[in-house]
């Protein structure tokens, strides 16, 4: 399956998901969040009317009841100890009583004991005696003409119970919810439910010295069962507007994620036929993609330069063994015409004892560049070890060690080496470096000449007096087999070994004509 597939089927999938999470939060849990906002508010309007209710300011109680979601549905009622007066606060107006019978003062009087004690009082005790007070006050105002009875004569009143089962219509929802405020201030909520609607009614207590201040609120709450089938009716449109989006936002995002990849692919293909070239790659700010393309051609880089090292090996490797066969050759040609010539006792080679030596010498010199072959394969192939280590602490032995052939072709050393430099490098290679440049000098330096070795800046500087190189040759010297037109005996192989030494140590080392008439050898750290 393409990544462009794949984007899109786990696009689908997660915005699938997340569409039904919300469709079921629409449907589980935003009519009930909206319900307990719409309470919670109501709960604060009717705090910040009992704040008001202990200022005495009826301009601003009526404000804050003004507030209230339904303004006709609140009033705010104050009492006051030992007074027939009562203060009724209403959206748009505030009404004053003031009772001057002295039989209504009196229920006036025990509605504040009532009020006042009802934090005492037990639900059904509450109950009977506000049934007992509005009875009572019923008959009152009956009694003084000021509630007058039905002309039965004029107007016939009747009342008929259509739903006998009411109480199943409407259900209590718990008990009566109190908030309290302070210790002095309270508010009760109860509620019921039918189908359709929740009702809620609030009652708010603040009681201060002498006075009681009432605030009474009904609200009804729709249920938004409608909610639903609105949701479900817009699910066709949510789900269309839904895929356009998610295709369009896939397609784009697999666009912008898969070209980087192509391009990926195609530098990777290039770089496999061999048609890439090695640019140099932008540093900065890199996403993932351009990181990944960077480390590709970091890569590439270092398996081109690879390759082309194993490729210069290889070739001196070829090199190698040609030289090393065409310098075996001559001696064991040489030995063979020796040998049979004795055997066929041929001319001069008849004397055995004369020419013997001769064959053993040419074994010898046969031996010696076996040898050193084998010595600089197993060499070259060791891992150095780089240690700190004294620059004149290695070589003074080394001088010593060439002491006896320096005496025996009357050789002047001069040695100015400074004492306190360090190098970090593999003691058995350096010394085997400086050991071939030293006996190079020697067997290169005519007797009565000079050989100095001495440090300056960075670099160890073996010189030669008394020889000049061919220019041509200075290069050369350094490969295998190669020796300069003197005369002199070695095979070649010394300044090749020096080389590869140098290689695997990060030296450099260089040969070069001074103009004092002498070689110089510089080893460069």
């Not at 780089?386 to 002047?412: C, D, G, H």
């Amino acid at each position: 399956m393409t990544i462009r597939k794949r984007l899109f089927f786990y696009s689908f999938g997660v915005v699938g998901l997340a569409a039904l999470l919300i469709l079921l939060y629409f449907m589980l849990m935003l009519s009930q969040l909206y319900a307990k906002q719409i309470e919670t508010d109501r709960v604060n309007t009717l705090k910040s009317i009992q704040v008001l209710q202990l200022s005495g300011d009826d301009q601003q109680i009526s404000q804050a009841l003004n507030q209230f979601e339904t303004p006709n549905s609140i009033a705010s009622m104050t009492l006051i100890e030992g007074s027939s007066k009562i203060v009724i606060n209403l959206a748009y107006s505030t009404i004053e009583l003031d009772v001057t019978d002295p039989d209504l003062q009196g229920l006036v009087k025990e509605l504040y004991d009532l009020i006042a004690d009802i934090q005492n009082l037990t639900e059904k005790e509450l109950d009977a005696q506000v049934a007992d007070l509005i009875e009572r006050g019923k008959a009152l105002l009956t009694q003084k003409e000021l509630l007058q009875k039905w002309d039965s004569d004029l107007i016939t009143l009747k009342v008929k119970d259509t739903n006998q089962n009411y109480q199943e219509v409407f259900q209590v929802e718990g008990g009566a919810n109190v908030h309290r405020v302070t210790d002095q201030q309270f508010i009760v909520e109860a509620k019921v439910s039918d189908n359709h609607n929740r009702y809620s009614t609030y009652l708010g207590l603040t009681s201060e010295q002498k006075k009681l201040h009432l605030v009474m609120a009904a609200a009804m709450t729709p249920k938004m069962t409608q909610l639903n089938q609105v949701i479900y009716g817009s699910l066709p449109m949510i789900v269309t507007v839904l895929l356009v989006i998610i295709s369009l936002a896939t397609g784009i995002l697999a666009y912008l994620l898969i070209r980087p990849l192509k391009k990926v692919s195609n530098l990777m293909e290039d770089m496999k036929k061999g048609r890439y070239e090695l640019t140099e790659v932008s540093e900065g700010v890199r996403d993932e993609y351009q990181q990944l393309e960077a480390d590709l051609v970091a890569l590439y880089a270092t398996l081109e330069h690879q390759k082309s090292q194993l490729a210069t090996q290889n070739q001196r490797q070829g090199v190698f063994l040609k030289a090393s066969s065409h310098q075996l050759k001559t001696p064991v040609t040489g030995a063979l015409l020796l040998v049979e010539g004795m055997i066929g006792e041929v001319g001069k080679y008849r004397e055995t004892a004369r020419y013997l030596p001769e064959v053993k010498e040419t074994l010898r010199s046969m031996e010696q560049i076996i040898n050193e072959i084998l010595l600089i394969d197993q060499r070259v192939k060791a891992e150095p070890q780089l240690v700190s280590v004294t620059l004149a602490a290695m070589v003074q032995p080394l001088i010593a060690q060439q002491a006896v052939l320096f005496e025996k072709k009357s050789l002047e050393l001069k040695s100015d080496i400074d004492p306190e430099m360090l190098i970090n490098t593999d003691p058995i290679y350096f010394e085997q470096i400086v050991e071939n440049l030293l006996s190079n000098a020697c067997n290169y330096t005519d007797s009565q000449q000079k050989i100095r070795i001495y440090t300056k800046a960075s670099k160890l500087i073996i010189e030669n007096d008394g020889c000049q190189l061919d220019e041509t040759w200075l290069e050369k010297l350094f490969e295998p087999f190669v020796r300069p037109p003197q005369k002199r005996k070695g095979h070649g192989l010394g300044l090749y070994l020096v080389a590869q030494y140098a290689e695997l140590l990060g030296l450099r080392v260089t040969l070069a004509n001074s103009n004092r008439n002498s070689v110089v050898a510089t080893i460069h750290f």
